[in-house]
């Protein structure tokens, strides 16, 4: 009942820029936070940012100062990638964690997961 929908992703040349967007839609109730994660081969699902409904923001050491998340609305989450690098060559994914409504009228806590984006930075 409630999906997040990712676009951005692509080829980039390092150096260069690329925004991914998340929209979160269904029966939600409230959205405590969004945040973008990625995983390259061999390698574990890592944090890059995370957004909060208060605003707050934390990031990835690897990405502070080059990326920026930031919301468009309460349901929608902006990451702004600047002067990539190989290194952020990855699959990214959306992640949310809300409440959302249920048959009945009743709530429930949910983690929901994108399908995921492959970033590519490559001369």
């Known amino acids: 009942q409630v999906q997040l929908v990712e676009s951005g992703g692509g080829l980039v040349q390092p150096g260069g820029s690329l925004t991914l967007s998340c929209a979160a839609s269904?029966?939600?109730?409230?959205?405590?936070?969004m945040g973008w994660y990625r995983q390259a081969p061999g390698k574990e699902r890592e944090l890059v940012a995370d957004?909060?409904?208060?605003?707050?923001t934390n990031y990835a050491d690897s990405v502070k100062g080059r990326f920026t998340i930031s919301r468009d609305n309460a349901t929608t989450v902006n990451l702004q990638m600047y002067s990539l690098k190989p290194e952020d060559t990855a699959a990214y994914y959306c992640?949310?964690?809300?409440?959302?409504?249920?048959?009945?009228?009743?709530?429930?806590?949910?983690?929901?997961w994108g399908q995921g984006t492959l970033v590519t930075v490559s001369s």
């Open positions: 992640n949310a964690r809300l409440i959302a409504t249920m048959t009945g009228g009743q709530y429930r806590s949910l983690e929901v």
């Open positions: 269904g029966s939600i109730f409230s959205i405590n936070d």
């Open positions: 957004i909060f409904s208060s605003g707050w």
